[in-house]
């Protein structure tokens, strides 16, 4: 049986979570300007984008590389840690990492598809990167608090 400290932490997760979805999912089809392409765009050349960009940086424009890279890792983290914890069968990193990847590449073909974005590999391999340092994290917290999730 769960304690009130549980649950209260549980149900604080959850409205982090959907919270922290809900501004991601504005952020991938709405935000920073985003406008209706013409056509549909694809890329499925791993690490065509990023060594675009790497080979056209310059010193003075070295913010928009680091803020994609850095980006597409660092906004997932969070779900590493949070899916686990709420979801107890992603707790195996088998499971996580199928749904994980799962879920952005259903995300990217949207952002296609709709016109909004370009469905790029190289998001999900960074997106996925953010997410397993994110289970690591969840990982070590669940052995440093003796397994308190």
Not at 1 to 13: D, E, F, I, P
Not at 29 to 47: K, M, Q
Not at 65 to 74: D, S
Request: a positive charge; hydrophobic letters at 50%.
């Amino acid at each position: 049986m769960k304690s009130n400290g549980q649950k209260t932490m549980r149900g604080l997760v959850w409205l982090i979570f959907i919270s922290y979805s809900s501004c991601l999912l504005y952020w991938m089809f709405l935000g920073f300007g985003r406008t209706v392409h013409a056509e549909i765009r694809f890329n499925y050349v791993p690490f065509k984008t990023i060594l675009h960009f790497m080979s056209t940086m310059k010193p003075g424009n070295v913010k928009i590389p680091i803020i994609n890279l850095a980006g597409n890792i660092g906004v997932f983290i969070p779900f590493g840690v949070m899916l686990p914890y709420l979801f107890a069968r992603l707790k195996r990193l088998y499971l996580f990492s199928l749904c994980f990847i799962g879920s952005i590449v259903i995300l990217e073909l949207l952002q296609a598809l709709l016109k909004m974005g370009t469905a790029d590999v190289d998001d999900v391999i960074f997106n996925f990167i953010g997410g397993l340092i994110g289970y690591g994290l969840f990982g070590a917290l669940r052995i440093r608090q003796n397994n308190w999730m």
